[in-house]
């Protein structure tokens, strides 16, 4: 099994909102990341975790927290967002981290912040 | 931090002509990868590249990798519309060992 499932596939929220996309992985990966990609842009990394514990930051806003509960899920809780942050939110999962180990990506979330 | 350029970024081809995408990285980076994206969807890996010289063909592509030239290309042979898609190359190298992705090469292929 090489998936990685992610929910919802859409999610429309307002600003005064609270909201989880979820991520999860069965492929015994000890590593997990959020992407976060605008239209006709690359994906820029958000947030990665190893073995559970938070290992990288990319200085994002305070109103996306991630939260990893076991080996297996990734959450990513939303807060009080801007329209700006509409975008496809993507998860994906490695063997460890590290960019010699191939990355594979989710279906992603479609986010609109309205 | 490793850069990663592509080009071009916009490419609109004709089927059954041949083409070369081209990814060129800054630093050293041993391993080069190559995702295909289509709209409103995820990336699918293509190619994994792992030493210098390192080919690998799937159908109608063919990437290859030189790192003394921190260059790949990603070759197309015979285009077809299924192909139309944004491809992206990603390299190693970012502050923690992150991949660091190109900016896309937006690929339509016209009958």
């Known amino acids: 099994d090489t998936e990685v499932t992610q929910t919802p596939k859409h999610l429309v929220m307002g600003m005064t909102n609270k909201k989880s996309l979820k991520c999860e992985q069965h492929?015994?990966?000890?590593?997990m990341y959020w992407y976060k990609q605008k239209a006709k842009k690359p994906p820029e990394l958000m947030f990665v975790?190893?073995?559970?514990?938070?290992?990288i930051n990319e200085s994002v806003p305070s109103r996306f927290s991630p939260e990893c509960p076991n080996s297996s899920l990734l959450n990513l809780h939303l807060h009080a967002l801007q329209p700006e942050d509409s975008a496809l939110y993507l998860c994906?999962?490695?063997?460890?981290?590290?960019?010699?180990?191939?990355?594979?990506f989710g279906p992603g979330t479609r986010l609109t912040v309205t | 931090e490793l850069k990663v350029e592509q080009n071009p970024l916009f490419l609109s081809m004709q089927e059954g002509k041949n083409y070369t995408i081209y990814c060129n990285y800054s630093?050293?980076?041993?391993?080069l990868y190559w995702y295909r994206q289509d709209p409103g969807k995820s990336l699918e890996s293509l190619f994994v590249?792992?030493?210098?010289?390192a080919v690998k063909q799937e159908g109608r592509l063919m990437a290859s990798l030189d790192t003394k030239a921190r260059l790949s290309t990603l070759h197309i042979t015979a285009a077809v519309h299924d192909l139309s898609a944004t491809y992206f190359c990603?390299?190693?190298?970012?502050?923690?060992?992150?991949?660091?992705f190109g900016k896309g090469t937006k690929l339509s292929v016209k009958p």
């Open positions: 994906a999962s490695s063997q460890v981290t590290g960019w010699e180990w191939e990355q594979y």
């Open positions: 492929m015994g990966h000890r590593a």
């Open positions: 975790y190893s073995y559970e514990k938070l290992s």
């Open positions: 630093t050293t980076s041993d391993r």
């Open positions: 590249l792992l030493s210098n010289g």
């Open positions: 990603a390299g190693g190298g970012g502050s923690q060992g992150n991949l660091i």
